[in-house]
């Protein structure tokens, strides 16, 4: 009996310590759900979105950059990024390298592209966060005919072993490596087909420096949460992430987030082999691809710019060559170019000068080309006419403790129109002390000078325009030969476009529409319209400007080699003298700019040479020539119809037409000599 109790005492104590664990096992068991399904809840479904879970960015196309035919200029083509998980090649890292290095390009001794660099960027790293390195850059900008060489080697990559004869463990490891060891990301390269054609107007693309410290490539850019955490994402696992370019130079820069677009992303789920499970993509938002920018720009024009500014550039070897074509009534460019410049596809082989586009970026004193400011304000004030006659002092002219020197030669009494013609610097300085200051820089700043254009390239200057408060006593007479003032080229052929313009000053104008897809079909986003800076003169006094300018290419002005056969020319020489540490010197910028048809002008050139050879470097000698093979040829590409009658003289004036145009409003045209004031 007694043992019989005993035996129950046992098998009590027995279920009492069983149940005990058993409520005990089931309250750590409750307790551990609560904290999973409770206290960590989000921490847990954030682990378990981050390995099944992906949002990937989609990136735009970059738009294109056009002619105003629709010519491609800059366009973007797909390519692929061709990355390696590393933590995949064990001990085929070798095989794996020489396979790839002759599809990549991997084959130097030494460098970036060796077979050294990149057996090192497949060997597996420990991050900081003790996990191997499972992403890797091998190449950027492969174009996709070399990626499916590469797919195809990677599939039919043999170890020389009969694989079918391994344990499981083996075989997966041979598949895995072949399948996801060497994968890519989508990419795009931007392309300049016409290669040196206009691109210090284009400019172009790359990755701008960042400091060592500076956030991800998307950090601050206004993107869905779900991009946001998947570029965080990116930023936590790989540090070669693709990363869009960006403009750096040109229209690239000024209208880079027109031409970007904006990115896309896919939000879906992947299953243990990484493959999208599509049922479960519950976000999928198309990239909208970057705008299509048209530009005022003829690429014929501008083909024939450049040829002809080569052979400028080969006879006369200066420092540079520029030239821009302007349409006057419009502001239209048609070309813009300056020699030397550089392949938009690959800006870095070339030295940094090579890249400064000098139209708008270097400023020079003008010369010769400056006096239509003095004598068409003295014109439109009613102060002078063409037929007023002025002392030239034989070349050589005393004022304020200086003495001035005419260009070519001495000359006595000249009327304003042979001022024009001959170029005479004492004559020009005559005018503009009978213009006074105050007016002369009032028409200086009306004209352009001193401020920026507002064309849309980057690193535009004002030049340099002094108050007259800081004009010296002899400023009156040297600015209105060009010279005590800076100017860049593009102020000087918009400001003589003026006077072809009827004395009304336009807006350089570059662009010409902006386009959501095909330059035919596509949406008109944005259409540019003409603009007026000012009517700088009267259209009474520009009429008088021209039959001065028309002048200028004849036998007996300083341009003979400007003329062209089956139209009527205007324009002006200029030969200045370099400044080197604030003394001139025996270098000179030469230049010639002309409109024609000069009475109903269609296009206004000019050409601007910095420091051609010793020999030869007078305006007329060196850039008229190059300004007149430019405009042949630009004429006939653009069926302009001439206004010169072959049978006919197309330089004589009759003396009705020159005191009709001559005379200044309410004044009689004058013929006695006018003395300095």
Known sequence: MI??????NKQQKRLWFLATFVVLALAFLGFRLFDLQVNRHEELRALAEENTSRTFRLDPMR?????IHGTPLATSVPVKVVCANPALFGHCRMQVAQTLAPLLGMTNATGPASFTNLLERLAPRIRKDGKTNTYVVLKRKVPLENWRQIQVAMTNLSFGLNESKLPKKEQKFYGDLRKAGVFSENDQVRRYPNLFLASHVLGYVGYPAKPTNAPTANAGRAMPNAVVAAN????????????LETGLNGIEMVFNSKLTGTPGWRRTELDSRKREILSFRDQDVAPRNGLNVVLTLDAGIQNIVETELA???????????????VRPRTGEILAMATLPNFDANEPGKYPIEALRNRVVCDIAEPGSTFKIVPISAGLNEGIVSLNDVFNCEMGRFAFAGKVLHDAHHGFGDLSVMDIIMKSSNIG????????GEERLYQYIRRYGFGVKTGIPLPGEVPGLVHPTKRW???????????????VTPLQTVMAMSAIANNGVLMRPMLVDRLVDGSYEDGLLVAKYQPQVVARVISEQAAKQMVAALKKVPTVDGTAEGAALEHYTVAGKTGTAQKVENGQYVSKFFSSFIGFFPADNPELCIS??????????????KTAGPVFRAIAEQAANYLNLKPDIDPQSDPFSISTTTLATVGSAPGRKPQSGKAAAQ
Do not use: F, W
């Open 63 to 67: 738009g294109q950059i056009l002619d």
């Open 607 to 620: 050409v601007v040479m910095d420091q051609p050879s010793q020999n030869q470097y007078y305006g007329g």
């Open 311 to 325: 052979e400028g550039m080969k006879k006369n070897q200066p420092i540079s060559i520029s030239c821009i074509v």
């Open 428 to 435: 020009a300085a005559k005018v503009g002390i009978r213009l």
């Open 232 to 243: 965080r994402v990116s930023a936590s696992t790989n540090q070669d992430k693709v990363e």
């Open 472 to 486: 010296s006593k002899v400023s009156i007479a040297q600015i209105p030969m060009g010279h005590g003032v800076a």
């Open 3 to 8: 043992g019989n109790c005993i035996l129950m």
